[in-house]
């Protein structure tokens, strides 16, 4: 007979179907849809109330808030598109606040290492840093680096772009990688 997985399973399996389904529509159409989303939403939210009662709706409510407030700085200065930012704030309604840190932060530097790695592919490393720069310029001036630079604009096709879902299912599954050995909280 087989046994039932553990709650803590059961989160991990949540996270990789919304991440995993996220990706693959990032990287064939380039958007992630508001269904999967909200699905993701009321999954974390209901598995969250279900396994914990009250104290696990507020840790949901509390993983979609930081999700949301981490990714939308980024989207106010066309850094990352809506759906990353709602995507993020799924997320963590399914892992609550400090786990979502700890995916958002994988995702950071995967996500990064990957994105050099294409740059380098694409033989773009000095346009690339060049960019860098700019954007860091024109944030210091408070000015959004998207008014200067179409380029710097992800919601335009003059740029290279990585899928940013992708990145996500990658920092998503290294974490469900260090929850398994009892590393992260």
Same mark, same amino acid.
């Given at each position: 007979m087989?046994s039932?997985p553990s709650?803590?399973?059961t ?8 991440v995993?389904?996220a990706a693959?529509?990032?990287i064939r %159409?380039?958007?992630?849809p508001?269904?999967? /989303?909200?699905?993701?939403?009321v999954?974390?939210?209901?598995w ?6 009250g104290?696990?709706f ?7 808030g930081l999700?949301f407030?981490?990714y939308?700085?980024?989207y106010?200065?066309?850094g990352?598109?809506?759906?990353d ?9 399914? /892992?609550?606040p400090?786990?979502?840190?700890w /995916?958002f932060?994988?995702?950071a530097?995967?996500g990064?290492?990957i994105a ?5 592919i694409?033989?773009?490393t ?5 960019n ?19 380029e710097l604009?992800?919601?335009?096709d ?8 992708a ?5 998503a599954?290294?974490f469900?990688?260090?929850?398994q %050995?009892?590393?992260v909280?």
């Amino acid at each position: 007979m087989l046994s039932q997985p553990s709650l803590y399973v059961t989160g991990e399996i949540l996270l990789g179907i919304l991440v995993g389904v996220a990706a693959v529509y990032d990287i064939r %159409y380039r958007r992630i849809p508001n269904w999967l /989303v909200l699905a993701g939403i009321v999954a974390g939210f209901a598995w969250n109330a279900l396994s914990s009662g009250g104290p696990g709706f507020g840790r949901a409510a509390a993983g979609l808030g930081l999700g949301f407030i981490l990714y939308f700085p980024l989207y106010l200065i066309r850094g990352r598109r809506a759906g990353d930012v709602k995507l993020l704030a799924a997320v963590g309604s399914i /892992v609550g606040p400090g786990n979502c840190f700890w /995916v958002f932060l994988l995702t950071a530097i995967l996500g990064g290492a990957i994105a050099l790695v294409v740059i380098m592919i694409h033989k773009r490393t000095g346009h690339t840093f060049f960019n860098v720069g700019w954007i860091v310029r024109d944030l210091l001036r408070f000015k959004a680096p998207y008014k200067s630079s179409e380029e710097l604009d992800v919601t335009t096709d003059k740029g290279l772009r990585v899928p940013h879902a992708a990145m996500m299912a990658v920092g998503a599954g290294a974490f469900i990688l260090i929850a398994q %050995y009892g590393v992260v909280i």
